[in-house]
């Protein structure tokens, strides 16, 4: 009969990951620039889904990902600034806007909230003839 194997010398099942830690620092860089967190996997040659199982499986790297969405939101909200001041040559103010409801939905879109009292009379027919 074979011995059994210890478990610490049986080996894993799936790929190996590609993460590396290094990557968190990337990510806040990338951020800075004002660029988009999906596109970071571009720039590391993963795909999207990667980056969010990262996120669950590294703790660090979702702090990575909430610190670059505050880098990216600055860069971005400076930009609107200079621009709003002249200082950006060709400053497309409508397009800068949809940026940042776009990027930064949380922050930058508009929400109507309505509110009323209103009493309405609802009737249910049987058929056609009691309308």
């Given amino acids: ?14 790929a190996k990951t590609k993460y590396k830690p290094e990557y968190c620092d990337m990510l806040i860089e990338h951020r800075k620039q004002g ?3 999906h596109s970071f996997a571009a720039v590391i ?3 999207i889904d ?7 499986k590294f703790p660090e790297f979702l702090r990575a990902k909430k610190r670059g ?3 990216s939101l600055l860069y971005n909200e400076k930009m609107g600034i200079a621009g709003a001041a002249g200082k950006l ?3 497309n ?16 879109t508009e929400t109507i909230n309505v509110e ?5 009379e609802i009737r249910i027919a049987k058929d056609e003839e009691d309308l």
């Fill in 1 to 14: 009969m074979t011995p059994k194997k210890d478990p610490k010398d049986k080996l894993k099942v799936g």
């Fill in 35 to 37: 660029l988009g967190y």
């Fill in 45 to 47: 040659k993963v795909d």
């Fill in 50 to 56: 990667t980056l969010d199982n990262w996120c669950d």
């Fill in 69 to 71: 969405y505050a880098e």
């Fill in 89 to 91: 040559k060709g400053f």
């Fill in 93 to 108: 103010a409508p397009t800068w806007i949809f940026r940042m409801k776009c990027m930064f939905r949380s922050e930058y």
């Fill in 116 to 120: 009323g009292n209103t009493k309405t």
